[in-house]
């Protein structure tokens, strides 16, 4: 029985998702001023920790930062609904920029979206 991470094709699949979604915030106005420049490639690296684990790959996430706590690594940025559209906008370029089962694109933009609505904390 194959892991779900191992079904998206495991590490490769994740890092390019990541490379995909971090040159989309390169060039993004709302998203950019979000990532220090001295942090960026750390912030990918966590991300894509992340995802693996979330996933069924390594806990290379878990032993490096501990539980994720998403809602409170993210409390510090200013995340209103125009900065939730642009990650979403962002993310969907990534994943459409990757060959993958209808199936789980559809599993993987189904959480996207539930996380990204999830860590919005700042009104209109």
């Given at each position: 029985?194959?892991?779900?991470?191992?079904?998206?094709?495991?590490?490769?699949?994740?890092?390019?998702?990541?490379?995909?979604?971090y040159a989309q915030v390169a060039v993004d106005p709302i998203l950019r001023p979000m990532y220090p420049?001295?942090?960026?490639?750390?912030?990918?690296?966590?991300?894509?920790?992340?995802?693996?684990?979330?996933?069924?790959?390594?806990?290379?996430?878990?032993?490096?930062?501990?539980?994720?706590?998403?809602?409170?690594?993210?409390?510090?940025?200013?995340?209103?609904?125009?900065?939730?559209?642009?990650?979403?906008?962002?993310?969907?370029?990534?994943?459409?920029?990757?060959?993958?089962?209808?199936?789980?694109?559809?599993?993987?933009?189904?959480?996207?979206?539930?996380?990204?609505?999830?860590?919005?904390?700042?009104?209109?």
């Amino acid at each position: 029985m194959s892991t779900l991470y191992e079904e998206f094709g495991g590490e490769a699949f994740f890092a390019d998702l990541v490379s995909a979604f971090y040159a989309q915030v390169a060039v993004d106005p709302i998203l950019r001023p979000m990532y220090p420049e001295s942090d960026l490639k750390a912030a990918a690296t966590r991300l894509q920790w992340f995802l693996e684990q979330y996933w069924g790959g390594p806990t290379t996430y878990q032993e490096n930062r501990g539980h994720p706590r998403l809602r409170m690594r993210h409390a510090e940025f200013h995340i209103n609904i125009q900065a939730h559209d642009a990650w979403l906008d962002a993310m969907r370029t990534a994943v459409d920029s990757l060959e993958m089962k209808s199936e789980l694109k559809d599993q993987l933009w189904s959480y996207l979206e539930m996380a990204a609505a999830a860590m919005v904390n700042q009104p209109d």
